[in-house]
């Protein structure tokens, strides 16, 4: 891959998405065998875009954001499949190359913020490591791009705040502190894990907020990681729903919400709570996750569905079309 | 809360752990099998100079009044005197300390220099070859008894391969003279007046028994080493230092193992109080003048007033060593220093 291939693919419009994840399977190694958590996942993300990855825990929604970043863990094996960022090939880099990559082109925010910053060590250094890791600068001009970088954020009093400890913050000042790092050196592709777990209502506002105007404002491409549907909705531009380890429809936000075509997507949506409807009205997905360690059925879904048929446990999972940019894996849709 | 703050606040909370080391010792050193006097006043006593020595050594006198003179003298920083030696045991405690205190220190400096890499070179590479290999050589080293180890290296290094020098003590005087008083450690005494030859000499007598104190230490330092940086690498904080694209170099020194440290320094702190507990065996087979082979003979030989000194230093020395320990782990860690 040149560098102009890599400007071009950067650019946008005809060229290729910025983030291509193609047929990927993925499988841990464990004693009582392999795990199969990620199976034929293919999503896009293109310069700007904000998308969605919904689904329940255990659905394989953060092992993708790890095997994109490169962090799988040493049990998981890659099988088959490609991950093209900005037209390289990101299973294929060597780690000195992936390191280059990480934390200047793509970054990554963490849920529980206390815990994913070095507890021992001050806020501000923290985004500064980011900086001259990156940045050809010296520590003084490190400093004062992360003071830039907190104020960028919208943390009170950066100045004051770069010395601070995470344990001398607030889990919302943290999470802002993780924002900024992830930002500090302008990435194409932010990937944002659960971001708001664990924070109150209105920090959980108040933080994604702060997400989309800092990736509106650089036209970074967000991933957001999340199970929550409502969130999700308000959000991302497009939603990709997943279901152990399956790519179960792809749609543009308000259709995803508004028709959903796969039996898990309408589920989910009916067990999400939002302004319209009550606690009472809202039903729980009956059955749990298959046993991702068997042999499963073509269709993850089939147990737990109402509207399975012979076909579902039998044949490959069609993909089919439902509308512009609304791909569903189902032989009986909604 | 700043460290002095810190340091003065627990010096004072040692006050009662130091009076209730007072009381014991003086309880337990009376608890001895042997009558003093009958040793003191020699084989040829007859009753009459047994009880003439027992009330000159006070010991006719009620069991508390000994005990609040006690107390009165060791507040004049007078612990007694020693019944064998003739000298007052602080004198004796003082001249013999700074040696089982550099032995120990160095037995200590071997045992971190190589447990430390070994532990973490473990984590690094958890589960090849080179884990196995430390652990299992970590682990023979201390599952031999200390004093064994000591006799075997003396065996081989000094009678068959006639490397090292004798197990005489800290210095050969036939070749040496101890460098002047500073410290009282023969080794930076030396270093310090520039007396090369004496230092290297001072460091080939040393060299045997803290190897001997040191490879029984090994085991606790390496496992912890290990241990404490797998949970770091482990940990979230460092998965964010490698997703921002650290290098490795980085987030294994700055972020796993600066973090690694506080649980090994706290061991560190531990094996230190046991290390000076071995010294009583050590200090005996290589002849070395420390207090742990002063204590040893004291026992022996029923001078009870020797024992409650040795009891009380080593007490003294422990809450001193805690606190030290506390300092450290509060100037690598803030969150400690917040809790104060």
Redesign the interface.
């Known amino acids: 891959m040149t560098a102009l291939a890599a400007k071009r693919a950067l650019a946008g419009g005809a060229a290729p998405p910025l983030l291509a994840v193609e047929d990927l399977t993925l499988d841990f190694r464990t004693r009582q065998g392999a795990v199969h958590a990620l199976d034929g996942v293919s999503l896009d993300v293109s310069r700007g875009e904000i998308v969605g990855v919904v689904g329940e825990s255990g659905s394989g929604k953060s092992v993708l954001a790890y095997a994109i970043?490169g962090?799988t863990d040493a049990a998981g094996h890659v099988r088959s499949g490609r991950i093209a960022f900005a037209g390289r090939d990101m299973l294929g880099e060597d780690?000195a190359q992936?390191?280059?990559?990480?934390?200047?082109e793509i970054?990554?925010i963490?849920q529980?913020p206390r815990?994913?910053?070095?507890?021992?060590?001050r806020v501000g250094l923290q985004i500064a490591?980011?900086l001259l890791?990156?940045g050809n600068m010296s520590r003084r001009e490190a400093r004062a791009r992360a003071v830039e970088a907190l104020a960028r954020v919208r943390v009170p009093d950066p100045e004051r705040r770069f010395d601070a400890?995470p344990?001398?913050l607030s889990g919302g000042l943290c999470q802002r502190v993780?924002i900024a790092?992830a930002i500090a050196c302008a990435p194409f592709l932010l990937i944002a894990d659960e971001p708001t777990t664990g924070l109150d209502v209105t920090t959980q506002a108040v933080v994604m907020d702060l997400i989309r105007d800092q990736v509106r404002a650089a036209n970074t491409a967000v991933l957001l990681i999340t199970h929550d549907l409502a969130l999700a909705g308000e959000y991302c531009d497009r939603i990709v729903v997943m279901h152990a380890g399956h790519v179960v429809e792809v749609a543009p936000a308000p259709r995803l919400l508004q028709q959903p075509a796969h039996p898990y997507a309408a589920l989910l949506i009916g067990a999400t709570p939002g302004a319209t409807t009550r606690v009472d009205d809202l039903t729980a997905i009956p059955g749990g996750l298959p046993d991702l360690r068997q042999a499963l059925p073509p269709c993850r879904f089939l147990n737990r569905c109402a509207r399975s048929d012979a076909r579902c446990g039998a044949e490959p999972l069609p993909t089919r079309r439902m509308g512009d940019g609304h791909l569903v894996r189902c032989w009986n849709p909604l | 809360m700043n460290l002095a703050r810190i340091a003065a606040k627990r010096l004072l909370g040692a006050i009662p752990s130091l009076m209730g080391v007072v009381v014991v010792t003086f309880l337990l050193s009376h608890a001895l099998p042997g009558d003093p006097a009958v040793l003191f006043a020699g084989p040829a006593a007859n009753a009459d100079s047994v009880a003439q020595v027992r009330a000159h050594l006070g010991l006719d006198r009620s069991l508390l009044a000994q005990f609040l003179s006690y107390v009165g003298d060791m507040a004049h920083g007078n612990l007694g005197q020693s019944l064998t030696t003739g000298q007052p045991v602080l004198a004796d405690l003082v001249q013999r300390l700074p040696a089982s205190l550099e032995l120990t220190a160095a037995a200590i400096l071997f045992a971190v220099a190589v447990a430390v890499p070994l532990g973490v070179l473990a984590a690094t590479r958890e589960g090849s070859l080179a884990d196995h290999l430390c652990r299992s050589t970590v682990t023979v080293a201390a599952a031999f008894p200390t004093f064994f180890v000591a006799l075997l290296l003396v065996y081989v290094f000094y009678y068959l391969l006639r490397i090292a020098p004798e197990p005489l003590g800290r210095l050969n005087d036939v070749y040496f003279e101890a460098p002047p008083a500073l410290t009282g450690f023969y080794l930076i005494d030396a270093a310090v007046a520039g007396e090369w030859t004496t230092f290297r000499g001072a460091l080939s007598q040393m060299a045997l028994p803290a190897v001997s104190l040191g490879l029984f230490a090994l085991a606790p330092i390496a496992r912890i080493t290990r241990a404490s940086l797998l949970t770091a690498l482990g940990s979230d904080f460092v998965r964010t230092a490698r997703a921002c694209g650290l290098t490795r170099r980085k987030v294994l020194v700055t972020y796993a193992m600066r973090n690694a440290a506080l649980p090994v320094v706290n061991v560190l702190g531990m094996v230190f109080s046991f290390v000076l507990g071995a010294n009583v065996l050590i200090e005996d087979v290589f002849g070395w003048p420390g207090v742990g082979a002063y204590a040893v003979k004291a026992v022996i030989q029923s001078d009870y007033v020797a024992v409650q000194g040795f009891i009380l230093m080593m007490a003294t020395l422990y809450i001193l060593l805690n606190l030290l320990v506390d300092l450290l782990s509060i100037a690598a860690d803030p969150r400690v220093r917040m809790e104060g």
């Open positions: 970043m962090l780690p992936l390191s280059d990559t990480l934390g200047r970054s990554m963490f529980s815990t994913a910053l070095n507890p021992i060590r490591d980011v890791r990156h400890y344990f001398e993780m790092m």
